[in-house]
């Protein structure tokens, strides 16, 4: 135990590029626990940074995330959450030609927008960190004869449309969902005000429901296990000049092992 953390401080003394890539070539070499021990401190110091590390190298959650997503059939907390979308968009009278999936996996949620929405939308697009999950997705999607087109990107560094495609002109839904949960309170903000201008219908943001009280109170973004959030959406949605047209809070209630927290909002000139 000793060795263990005069190790783990040598290793802090490290530059954190350095760190990261050398975390990312043990990683390479099947050495997982190794480059976790050597960015292990920043789940503290940037949760965002470190989240996506394992994203991005497929380890803890991400190991089994996508396999357990399946194109056909949703987990409850994402059925509740398609079904709300549903009805947002008919209670808006939007239609929906175009939608954005920031940290789509493999692309299940973009794949039940195709079937479900009548007319199909033209225009599907997600991204995520987690090249394997959208490898695998975009080959089942593409033998799928589905219209949905996945990309790798980071919400952090969000990627630029091309003006020469419809997308550019913002998209009729936008979904983060489970996604900032991993973003320090400062990160989730300068994300959420992205999402937003993205969004010329309906942006749907979802995340872990706060302890003890509606996320909606929160004076500050709550610390999870695991380096995880619970923001306060609505705060943000305002900050960003969205108006919120939707939210559903389950506190403690789980839905198939998730709390819920939905926040839907439009651009506020709409
Ligand atoms: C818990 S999963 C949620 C997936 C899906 N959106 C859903 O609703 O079930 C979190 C996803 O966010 C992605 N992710 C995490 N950090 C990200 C970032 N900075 N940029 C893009 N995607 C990110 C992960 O790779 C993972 O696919």
Redesign the pocket.
Known sequence: MFRRAARRLVYRGLPLAFRLRTAALACHWGAARWSLALIGDLAQRDP?EF??FL?RHHLA??RT??AT?SLDELVPS?RLLVQDILAALRVQALSVDSVL?????SGF?LRHFECALRPAPQFLIG????AA?LAAGQAELTARGSRCRLFP????QPPQFNPLTPAHAGFDLVVC???LR?FSEAAARTAVSWLMRQTRGLLVL?GPASRGCDNGTLTASQVLPHASFAHNFDAMIAKAQGRIVFRRWQGAQLCGGQTVYFVFARPDQF
């Open positions: 965002a989240h996506a994203w959650a991400a995330f996508s997503r994402r999936d920031a940290g789509c996996s949620l991204f995520d960190l987690d999950a990107g980071d919400l952090r969902a489970g996604v991993y979802t």
